[in-house]
């Protein structure tokens, strides 16, 4: 049976109806402008992912609460703002085929719209009086921070280790989803025990996606029918060129980094990376890496009663790995 999403969220499918107001009201402003550029992102919201891995991580335990709902609105935010922020990083005009708010209002506007976004988590979070799911966020925004700038250290080296990889994508996306799945079954009144189990379960889900990212950059683009190559034109080191390189001849190694660090806009030379990659099995090695964290997240929610929400989610991290874009 074919995995969709609106299969995937049946178990929560009325309370993320119900969420979507609240996210809207969480966000807006008396200040025209800020309200135009606020409609615009509301109009543009993706697939709710986050939404749904704090709501199933909540009605896996217990019947989801109030405190469900603000933990929901406060992933949102959070994920929104630090969107908007690496599109101004990155100088991206574009996010999945739609104007990302730099192009449209340059980078100052849009620098402040996210540091508005994140305002208006801590405030949400302060006037419910829901201090535990704030620091869970609060770390999450502090791990993504330091993932973000451990990776722009390392790839100055060019010399970026499967373990020092493994950190960054823990702290830089790993830790989003972990907090999702944490702060949801924290919102339910779950022990401190379970809330440990759920956030590793979220931790081990978000290190599938991401090298599932990182494995699109080496695959052909559905919109290009090439693949983007994007992670070697910022000279990003990630798992499949990473494996490549440790096992290659030094010579050989020698030749793949002077093309990364010279040659990196080079559409041919990218290629060239790309298909070395591919022969030396990088994509092999990245999937079954993949796989193993996959299990590793469904072998911890074996560990609860079976329920549907607990199904939902063991589809919703298969879903984030066979996704196609």
Known sequence: MQLTLEKIKEPVKAELKAFEPLFSEAMQSKVPFL???????LRRKGKQMRPM?????AKMHQPIADSTFVMACLIELLHTATLIHDDVVDETYQRRGVFSLNALWKSKVSVLVGDFLLSKGLQLAVEKKELGLLEIVSTSVQQMSEGELLQIQESKKLAITEEIYFEVIRKKTASLIAACTAG?????????????????????????????????DYQKNKFTGKPS???????????????VLKNIS????????????HHNQNPEKVNEVIDFVVKNKGLEYAEEKMMEFRDKANAILDEFPKNDARESLKNLVDFSIKRIS
């Not at 309200?35 to 992102?41: C, D, E, S, V």
């Not at 022990?191 to 189990?197: L, P, Q």
């Not at 190559?229 to 494996?243: A, M």
């Open 250 to 261: 030094a010579s050989e190694r020698k030749r793949i980094r002077g093309i990364i660090a």
């Open 35 to 41: 309200k135009l550029i606020t409609n615009y992102i």
């Open 229 to 243: 190559g994007n992670d070697i034109k910022e000279k990003k080191l990630t798992l499949p060129l990473i494996f």
């Open 53 to 57: 891995f704090v709501m199933l991580s």
């Open 184 to 216: 949801g079954a924290k919102s339910v009144g779950v022990s401190a025990e379970v809330i440990e189990k759920m956030r590793l379960f979220g931790e081990y889900a978000g290190m599938a996606f991401q090298i599932k990212d990182d494995i699109f």
